[in-house]
């Protein structure tokens, strides 16, 4: 799922999040109180919470979709699936209403996806067929799974726009708005508002340099206090 044309290919979840909090204690900016962090949501496919986490960053124009109940009339309906409709380049990111058993991404979605250029999805639910996701080799970050479809329980109801992501109850919730980037690995998910993306990006490029610092110091043997104490200051 990297995407090394686009900014910040490099840096990781950890690095984004460290960076978001920095930003949101020394700039006073609002609606940061999650720093972007998604907790509880994994990477899936095409491992379990494994593989290199600097160099195989996705970090992409955001696609978002909201679902509702099957039952819910009311709802705004598609005219068509949204599946058809993912540009390419993108991740789809997906909010699936709560307390729901079914899954809300499968394999026949990541079929499409891919051939329409799609470069990952993160669900803050439930996706099914692991097995599909991974022989395709397709990103996939969501909260756990199901074995269960989407048909006879839940509906895409409204694309690209604004997506309310809290799958734990006691963390802040992350809004999420078409264009805004995600970065995921197999530490987890965070979102950085579009209008954030290059003070973050000069923000990993600090802080980073300052840990292979640190790091290089701590294998020859230097202790965390005199360290940190020496490169963080």
């Given at each position: 799922?990297?995407?090394?044309?686009?900014?910040?290919?490099?840096?990781?979840s950890?690095?984004?999040?460290d960076?978001?909090?920095?930003l949101?204690?020394?700039?006073?900016?609002?609606?940061?109180?999650?720093?972007?962090?998604?907790?509880?949501?994994?990477?899936?496919s095409?491992?379990?919470?494994?593989?290199?986490?600097?160099?195989?960053?996705?970090?992409?124009?955001?696609?978002?979709?909201?679902?509702?109940?099957?039952?819910?009339?009311?709802?705004?309906?598609?005219s068509?699936?949204?599946?058809?409709?993912?540009?390419?380049?993108?991740?789809?990111?997906?909010?699936?209403?709560?307390?729901?058993?079914?899954?809300?991404?499968?394999?026949?979605?990541?079929?499409?996806?891919?051939?329409?250029?799609?470069?990952?999805?993160?669900?803050?639910?439930?996706?099914?067929?692991?097995?599909?996701?991974?022989?395709?080799?397709?990103?996939?970050?969501?909260k756990?799974?199901?074995?269960?479809?989407a048909?006879?329980?839940?509906r895409?109801?409204?694309?690209?726009?604004?997506?309310?992501?809290?799958?734990?109850?006691?963390?802040?919730?992350?809004?999420?708005?078409?264009?805004?980037?995600?970065?995921?690995?197999?530490?987890?998910?965070?979102?950085?508002?579009?209008?954030?993306?290059?003070?973050?990006?000069?923000?990993?490029?600090?802080?980073?340099?300052?840990?292979?610092?640190?790091?290089?110091?701590?294998?020859?043997?230097?202790?965390?206090?005199?360290?940190?104490?020496?490169?963080?200051?």
């Amino acid at each position: 799922m990297a995407n090394t044309n686009a900014p910040l290919p490099f840096f990781s979840s950890c690095d984004v999040a460290d960076a978001l909090q920095v930003l949101r204690k020394s700039e006073n900016i609002p609606n940061l109180e999650a720093a972007g962090y998604v907790p509880d949501i994994h990477l899936w496919s095409p491992l379990f919470k494994a593989g290199n986490t600097r160099g195989n960053i996705p970090l992409l124009a955001l696609f978002s979709k909201g679902m509702v109940p099957i039952t819910d009339k009311s709802a705004p309906k598609l005219s068509e699936h949204f599946a058809d409709t993912i540009p390419e380049g993108s991740v789809i990111c997906i909010s699936q209403p709560e307390n729901m058993a079914n899954a809300v991404w499968g394999g026949l979605m990541t079929a499409r996806a891919q051939i329409r250029g799609a470069l990952g999805v993160v669900v803050d639910g439930r996706i099914r067929d692991l097995n599909e996701q991974r022989e395709a080799g397709f990103p996939v970050f969501a909260k756990t799974t199901s074995i269960m479809g989407a048909g006879d329980h839940t509906r895409a109801s409204r694309i690209n726009v604004p997506i309310t992501m809290q799958p734990n109850k006691d963390h802040p919730a992350v809004t999420i708005h078409a264009g805004d980037y995600v970065v995921a690995d197999a530490d987890g998910v965070v979102v950085i508002p579009k209008d954030l993306l290059a003070k973050v990006e000069a923000q990993c490029k600090k802080a980073t340099a300052i840990d292979d610092q640190c790091m290089t110091a701590l294998k020859n043997g230097e202790g965390i206090a005199v360290t940190f104490k020496k490169y963080r200051g």
